[in-house]
Every structure is written in structure tokens, then in C-alpha cells.
């Protein structure tokens, strides 16, 4: 009897920080099926679990993501269309569960990220990037175009000008340029990457879960929306979060000149 495939995406938790590791070290850590299964299904357990409160996604060994898996692109023969939908389905629907989770999403990019890895490594809150990170979309190399949500946020961080030349001419983008232009949020040397992420994450989970998940809505809405419409959703969302117990916790804390622990839940 063969030995049961491990799982592509390891999951390491501690206290409330969930621990997302792409693990296929051996093959880039590119995206199979089974890599965006895994991916789709560790998304909603972050979304549906309370108890999590924030998520750190990285890479194992020296690359974060080589992008989609090309062998199996090529064993797909003639259903490579099939195939590619299932894969899009399961991968755009970890990236919607990742965006839309009421908790922040923390990325550290370890090495290059290319292809649905460019995709991921952006789409934290907050990325951290070691010096020998490189973004680069590496679509236009195989004659295909992007996914992973690549196309659609890429032009909000970095403008459209910028945009173009990334994913049309197949630009290369080091750690520090990727600071620079707004595709990561700071360098971090690659010896304390694994470190500095996990503190900050632990940071980002002792925060006002609810508000926090409040503001990457409004965030998210910001290209999209009117100021009077965005005006009215902010209205709403500071009402709601001073309603609940963090929002208490937190003016309480204030006044009293102490740090403020946003413990248990919000509405308790």
C-alpha cells in the first residue's frame, strides 16, 4: 500500500494566528489542483473559525511560489481548458475567502514569487519581503494571461502605467523595488523574516478583530464607490465597531491609560 500525499499546504497554529505554509518545497511550491484545493479549503476554515484571529501565509524553503504547476498543465493535454477552470475556481475562491474574512491576512514572501504566486504574495494586508524576493508575472512567457486576482489588484498598488509594464512586458521586480513601488510593505532581512512575521502577526491578532475586519472592507470598497456612498459606509462601520465590546474596551483602556486587550469576542 503506497504512503497517503501529504497535504501541499501545511497549517501551523499558535494561540490565534493561523500558519499557512505552501509546501512543495521540492517543486517550487508551485499551484496544483491539489495546492489550490488546499488552499480553497484553509481559506474558509480561517473565514469560519472565531477563534482565529489572524493568518500568515509563506512559502516553505527558498522560493515562495514558481506559479502554476507547468507538468501539470502539460499532462492535461487537450482538457488543459477544463482543467484550468477547476484550478481557477478553487484558487479565486481561497483569494475571495482570504479578501473578504473578517480578520487581517499577513503574507512573508521568502523568494520569488511568480505567476498565481505573484498573485498571493500581494494580496496581504501586510507583506513582509525578504531581499532575494522577486515579483514576477511570467504569464506572457507561456502565452497565457493572469488569474489569482493578479490583474485586478496589481493596478490599485502600483497605478496602471506601472501595471502594464509588469504584467505586459514581463518585468521583474526585486524585494526593495517592491517597497518602493507598493507590491510589499517593507524589507525584512531573510534571517528574521520567519520572526518578524510571526511577532507582527501576533500583533495584528491582539487587535480589535472586528474593526479591523470593518476597515479592510472599506478599504476594499475604495476604488469603487462614490465619497458620499463611502462616507455613509464609513458612518456605519464606526458606529457598529463602538458598539461592540472591543469598541467599549477600547475607550475604557484609553481613559484609563493602559494598554487595551481586545480579548474573547466583540459582541460578549
Known amino acids: 500500500m503506497s504512503a497517503p500525499e501529504t497535504s501541499p499546504l501545511a497549517r501551523e497554529r499558535d494561540g490565534s494566528v493561523m500558519r499557512l505554509v505552501l509546501d512543495r518545497p521540492q517543486a517550487g511550491n508551485t499551484v496544483s489542483l491539489s495546492m489550490a484545493q488546499a488552499l480553497m479549503r484553509a481559506a474558509i476554515e480561517c473565514d469560519e473559525d472565531d477563534s482565529i484571529r489572524c493568518v500568515l501565509l509563506t512559502g ?44 487581517p491576512l499577513m503574507v512573508a514572501v521568502n523568494g520569488p514569487a511568480a505567476g498565481a504566486g505573484f498573485s498571493l504574495a500581494v494580496a ?17 512567457a507561456l502565452g497565457y494571461t493572469p488569474d489569482g486576482g493578479l490583474s485586478w489588484l496589481l493596478p490599485r498598488l502600483v497605478g496602471m502605467r506601472q501595471a502594464q509594464e509588469i504584467l505586459l512586458a514581463n518585468r ?97
Do not use: W
Request: with cysteine.
Open 60 to 103: 516553505r524553503g527558498r522560493m515562495f511560489c514558481a506559479g502554476g504547476d507547468i507538468a501539470e498543465f502539460a499532462a492535461a493535454g487537450e482538457g488543459i481548458g477544463a482543467y484550468l477552470k477547476e484550478v481557477t475556481a478553487c484558487l479565486h475562491a481561497a483569494v475571495l475567502r482570504f479578501r473578504h474574512m473578517a480578520k
Open 172 to 268: 521583474a521586480i526585486g524585494g526593495e523595488e517592491a517597497v518602493t513601488i507598493g507590491l510589499a510593505t517593507r524589507l525584512v532581512p531573510s534571517a528574521e523574516l520567519v520572526a518578524e512575521a510571526a511577532r507582527q502577526a501576533t500583533v495584528m491578532a491582539a487587535a480589535a478583530t472586528g474593526a479591523i475586519g470593518r476597515t479592510r472592507s472599506l478599504l476594499a470598497q475604495a476604488f469603487d464607490t462614490s465619497l458620499e456612498t463611502h462616507l455613509d459606509a464609513e458612518a456605519r462601520a464606526i458606529a457598529a465597531s463602538a458598539r461592540t465590546a472591543h469598541g467599549r474596551e477600547g475607550v475604557a483602556a484609553f481613559l484609563a491609560k493602559r494598554p487595551a486587550r481586545f480579548t474573547g469576542d466583540e459582541n460578549c
Open 124 to 140: 496581504g494586508d501586510i507583506v513582509l519581503a525578504a531581499p532575494d524576493a522577486r515579483f514576477v508575472a511570467a504569464y506572457g
